[in-house]
């Protein structure tokens, strides 16, 4: 095989047209063999011999896509400092950016012998390990171009590539569960419908199905274990794993984009698939350990688990630190994705010990020029000491806001609380993002997520059910903050029905009208059931994957309409805080902002909001003073809005507020269906609020009358005129 020296970066393999260059970092090892692989598994080994600044590297000029290849790493076998090298386990190349194959597991996988963590075990694993794949780079992009929405008219919807489309009858079977699935314009129709303007993908980077959950029949579906941080999952891909996941994933983003759909991927830089001392060898284990992974300092046989997972990266390290940068760039740049969802953020930020938010990563982050530009999304926590951070990122970052899903949840359940909570999470959780000079938009909203129950379930079960997950229901979490009216599961009461309906749709609602950015779970705008189980992780099946055949359509249309409400007023997306100070109104004198109002009417005292005044309130939100413009560059002057929530087992009256907010009020949702198309309402009246529902009122305007400007109505008004003018009526000849 024919080798030139080639070059130290980029790192990975990459192809230019005419050949490859390869290189692979590794401080601690002695020799490093790059392995090419036959379709009939004859390997071919290449040493490298060229080092510069721990980069093993060369550069093969018969060598271009399609190829499969890996490496074995030679180095000290001395765990207890933290060294695993051995030759003899084919090791995939971290930067690798497409993998063919999967894992078969058995005792070649693993660096020790079965009962023997200790233990060096010899057995070659190239037979029963993925690969690597050479890509070709190059794309017809056909002029894409990224949508850049505004964070402030972002709607993010959360999905998974093979759940949100396995089932759905409008795309081709062959293609189902796949990228070019989630680009084919079925899926793009439904988006586009909901007023979705991000699709959040669930992890796409090639991760690993456990052994365990194997040999039990269950499978890694939400593919939170990653092994290749610039390789989009082979599974995925309904062409082939020789690298075309890498066209068809690109296509995927390409339709969507053309649609106004950004794409946010879902991904998993704080542990990998390899687990802890007693995971198999797959990859940065054997290539560098002690770079890769943080290890017990008191013991390097170990690792350091803030994760849950068995490991966690060394973001302390600047070579990890390095991959974890260069795959972000890599997935902006060359993948054109828009932004990234980060898994359990809070251990990116522990360069030591503590939660640092001033972390070596994010100090990278700040200044990179290219992912400083796209939507960053933090996972605000982890299992380590301090690891809740909810509101404690830097300002370039926004966060889902677990609060925001607690409070809520509270609230609707009817819950005592400080309505006062309620108040700040409704209105952008400016107590959590204000003092960092980051606005409401730091918020991401979000009532459900994969992790949980979907919106069906919350409102259907007060239990966990995940008996299917063989763990004897003792996984997952057992506090909800869920209620299921009376009945636990389904049920054919039509009164537990009616109510549940209008909690799935006074969450909607809630979420969809409240400050920040809202993200919906995939399928609770379908009204989707997980059957009560709250942890989906391993059911790659029909429990998990969303049924499009038994759709509820009036939720969907109900979601749709509020999605355009939001959309139509920037009332409901503001992107500063309220502050409470009087806004000139178009008519009298100024009132403020935002007023939040008693049943009767009257506004909020200070004393209210922690006297246990209950579980019913009112907001008035001010549309004056909105800084937005119409794309003539106009400023946009919205209307004034009232949300009267009550969520009480009791009807209420609530009394519309005096003449100074407006004269008269449009109902324009109820969660209840109970106010549709009534008369306007006006102040001083009452509405009967309905036990758990929400109510949205829209200040009155008289339509203008329609004007005729045809040919015939300008001679008409001419010989009017005329007419008034020889009959000497001055009066209505001044008004013509």
Same mark, same amino acid.
């Given at each position: ?437 980051? +606005? #409401? =938009? ?8 994969? &992790?949980?129950?979907? @919106? *069906?379930?919350?409102? !259907? ?119 409470? +100070? #009087? =806004? ?8 403020? &902002?935002?007023?939040? @109002? *008693?049943?009767?009417? !009257? ?134």
């Amino acid at each position: 095989m024919q080798t030139w020296p080639g070059s130290t970066y980029p790192l990975g393999a990459t192809y230019d047209g005419n050949g490859t260059n390869f290189a692979l970092f590794s401080e601690a090892a002695e020799r490093v063999e790059l392995c090419l692989f036959e379709e009939d598994g004859t390997e071919t080994r290449v040493e490298l011999i060229d080092l510069d600044a721990f980069v093993w590297h060369a550069y093969l000029p018969q060598v271009g896509p399609g190829q499969r290849y890996g490496y074995r790493v030679h180095g000290p076998s001395d765990v207890e400092e933290g060294h695993r090298f051995n030759p003899n386990k084919l090791l995939l190349d971290p930067y690798a950016k497409a993998v063919a194959g999967q894992v078969n597991w058995g005792q070649s996988v693993f660096g020790y012998n079965f009962g023997d963590p200790d233990s060096r075990n010899d057995e070659d694993s190239a037979a029963d390990m993925m690969m690597g794949v050479v890509v070709n780079p190059f794309f017809d992009w056909a002029g894409d171009r990224q949508p850049k929405t505004p964070y402030a008219s972002t709607f993010i919807y959360e999905g998974h590539v093979k759940g949100l489309t396995m089932r759905h009858p409008g795309i081709p079977e062959e293609i189902r569960g796949t990228y070019s699935a989630i680009g084919h314009p079925a899926m793009i129709d439904h988006l586009v419908k909901l007023g979705v303007t991000a699709i959040e993908l669930m992890p796409v980077h090639q991760f690993v199905n456990d052994s365990t959950l194997q040999e039990n029949g269950l499978a890694n579906y939400w593919g939170y274990n990653t092994i290749a941080f610039l390789a989009p999952q082979n599974t995925y891909a309904s062409q082939g794993d020789l690298g075309q996941q890498v066209q068809e994933f690109k296509g995927m983003v390409r339709a969507l984009h053309a649609a106004g759909i950004e794409v946010i991927l879902d991904v998993v830089y704080n542990h990998t698939a390899e687990g802890n001392h007693m995971g198999p060898m797959l990859s940065m284990r054997g290539i560098d350990n002690n770079a890769y992974y943080r290890l017990e300092d008191d013991d390097k046989r170990y690792y350091t688990d803030y994760t849950g997972t068995g490991n966690s990266m060394n973001v302390g390290n600047p070579h990890t630190l390095q991959l974890i940068m260069d795959s972000l760039r890599y997935w902006v740049l060359e993948m054109h994705v828009d932004g990234f969802r980060f898994d359990l953020a809070s251990t990116l930020a522990r360069e030591f010990y503590e939660v640092d938010r001033l972390a070596t990563f994010f100090e990278l982050v700040q200044q990179d020029p290219v992912v400083s530009q796209v939507k960053l999304i933090a996972e605000p926590w982890d299992i380590g000491p301090g690891g809740y951070q909810v509101g404690n990122f830097p300002p370039q970052w926004t966060e889902w806001n677990g609060k925001y899903r607690d409070t809520v949840r509270d609230f609707w359940r009817g819950e005592p609380q400080a309505l006062g909570e309620f108040a700040s999470r409704l209105t952008g959780s400016a107590d959590l993002y204000e003092h960092s000079g980051r +606005r #409401p =938009v730091a918020s991401i909203n979000f009532v459900t997520a994969h &992790d949980g129950f979907t @919106l *069906r379930d919350l409102v !259907s079960y007060n239990e966990k059910h995940n008996e299917a997950n063989g763990e004897d229901n003792n996984d997952g979490e057992s506090h909800n903050r869920s209620f299921n009216f009376g009945v636990e599961g389904p049920t054919d009461d039509p009164e537990v029905l009616t109510l549940r309906a209008r909690q799935q749709r006074n969450f909607i609602a809630t979420l969809l009208l409240s400050q920040g950015v809202p993200m919906l779970l995939h399928g609770d705008e379908l009204g989707r059931t997980q059957q009560g189980n709250n942890n989906g992780y391993a059911q790659d099946n029909e429990l998990t994957w969303v049924d499009w055949d038994s759709v509820d359509n009036p939720l969907l249309e109900f979601t749709a309409a509020l999605a355009r409400l939001r959309k139509d007023h920037p009332t409901f997306r503001r992107s500063r805080f309220f502050d409470g +100070r #009087p =806004v000139k109104m178009q008519e009298g004198s100024p009132i403020p &902002d935002i007023v939040w @109002l *008693r049943p009767d009417g !009257s506004a909020m005292q200070p004393e209210d909001w922690d006297s246990g005044f209950g579980r019913a309130v009112g907001v008035f939100l001010n549309g004056g003073g909105i800084r937005e413009r119409d794309r003539r560059g106009e400023p946009i002057v919205d209307k004034h809005f009232l949300i009267l929530f009550n969520a009480g087992d009791e009807i209420i009256d609530f009394h519309i507020p005096h003449r100074a907010y407006s004269p008269k009020w449009d109902i324009i949702v109820d969660t209840a269906g109970e106010l549709a198309d009534s008369e306007p309402v006006e102040p001083g009246g009452a509405i009967r609020l309905a036990a758990s529902s929400l109510v949205v009122l829209r200040a009155h305007t008289v339509p203008e009358p329609d004007v005729d400007h045809s040919v015939a109505a300008s001679l008409a008004v001419l010989a009017q005129s005329q007419v008034d003018e020889i009959s000497g009526d001055p009066i209505r000849s001044e008004l013509q």
